[in-house]
């Protein structure tokens, strides 16, 4: 049972346009989401990340946007530059409980 | 000091060895993690010490023991391995595991290849 998903494998995005990454999850208990941005063969890296009780937050060019009532979130990177590209996952959790990782999505900038 | 430190960054093993996997933390964080990634897969929680006691076992098989010998470290034996256990061991950390809205850092991960 996937609860956080990416419907989207991959995405590819010019540089300078905006990059929109989206995850759906099912477990409306989820208080806390996180996104993670990973680079082949190393750890992922914390990006940003967002309560519950908020529907935005916001980084330098990356922003996560947080829709409660339809269970998704999106992050936006404007603008995109060639080194966003990576695969970013999201995550969610509740409580102090165990983080639990959405499938990925592969972003590609394109020069 | 920010950095999880995994070691060593790759291993290959035959199914009849003994190996140990290494993490260290300097952060002052009290939760350490064990995750094993498969390509193209999310990252699946394996292990998680809470101030230096075993928390959560995934229902991990027992060819795989973890131990946390002091609160900046946290190792991962390996013994008997099956090729399907190849993958990125990561290694993360958090600072309070009580407190909710907790980010972990991880490590780089080893890549290990079972033979």
């Known amino acids: 049972d996937q609860q956080v998903k990416q419907n989207s494998p991959s995405l590819s995005v010019q540089e300078g346009r905006i990059s929109i990454l989206n995850c759906d999850y099912t477990n409306s208990m989820f208080d806390y989401f996180l996104w993670y941005k990973k680079y082949p063969a190393e750890g992922p890296t914390f990006l940003i990340s967002i309560s519950s009780i908020k529907d935005k937050n916001e980084d330098g060019r990356f922003t996560v946007f947080l829709n409660k009532s339809a269970k998704h979130l999106s992050l936006h990177i404007v603008p995109s530059q060639p080194g966003d590209s990576a695969v970013y996952f999201c995550?969610?959790?509740?409580?102090?409980?165990?983080?639990?990782f959405g499938t990925g999505t592969r972003l590609t900038i394109i020069p | 000091d920010t950095e999880v430190t995994q070691t060593p960054k790759h291993l290959v093993m035959g199914m009849t060895n003994k190996k140990s996997l290494k993490c260290e933390q300097h952060m002052g964080h009290r939760a350490m993690y064990w995750y094993k990634q498969k390509a193209k897969k999310p990252p699946e929680l394996m292990f998680v010490y809470s101030y230096e006691k075993l928390s959560i076992n995934e229902s991990v098989p027992s060819r795989f023991s973890p131990e946390c010998p002091n609160s900046s470290l946290l190792n991962l034996h390996l013994h008997a391995l099956q090729p399907e256990d190849s993958a990125l061991y990561l290694c993360a950390s958090s600072q309070d595991p009580r407190r909710r809205n907790e980010k972990l850092f991880f490590g780089s991960g080893t890549q290990l290849s079972v033979l």
């Open positions: 995550a969610a959790k509740v409580g102090n409980e165990k983080l639990t």
